[in-house]
Nanobody, 123 residues
């Protein structure tokens, strides 16, 4: 089982950057796929990005963030990051870190979740 704690959220102007961090604990951390999933008020949870535990970390990105966001993983620090550049107002949401043994862009497949960190982008 994995325990997740997000940090790094905050307020930023459109066009700015922000980096989210997710600290994970669990002896099988290296075997888990990690994902960032966001939810805006009144909206369904939306997949953002995911990274696998092998082959240097295969990644998947939602089309809406491709080229702007980068997910990375540092197993030595048991941490996953989401570097967000060229932020847009529509990126405003509560961002969750999630983990599961299965690598997928489907939020429903992830069993372990953090509490979320708020990202607000002003126009």
């Amino acid at each position: 089982q994995v325990q997740l704690v997000e940090s790094g959220g905050g307020w930023v102007q459109a066009g700015g950057s922000l980096r989210l961090s997710c600290a994970a604990s669990g002896r099988t951390f290296e075997n888990y796929a990690l994902a960032w999933i966001r939810q805006a008020p009144g909206k369904e949870r939306e997949f953002v990005a995911a990274i696998s535990w092998s082959h240097g970390g295969s990644t998947i990105y939602a089309d809406s963030v491709k080229g702007r966001f980068t997910i990375s993983r540092d197993n030595a620090k048991n941490t996953v990051y989401l570097q967000m550049n060229s932020l847009k107002p529509e990126d405003t949401a509560l961002y969750y870190c999630a983990a599961d043994l299965y690598f997928s862009p489907d939020p429903r497949r992830y069993d372990y979740w953090g509490q979320g960190t708020q990202v607000t982008v002003s126009s």
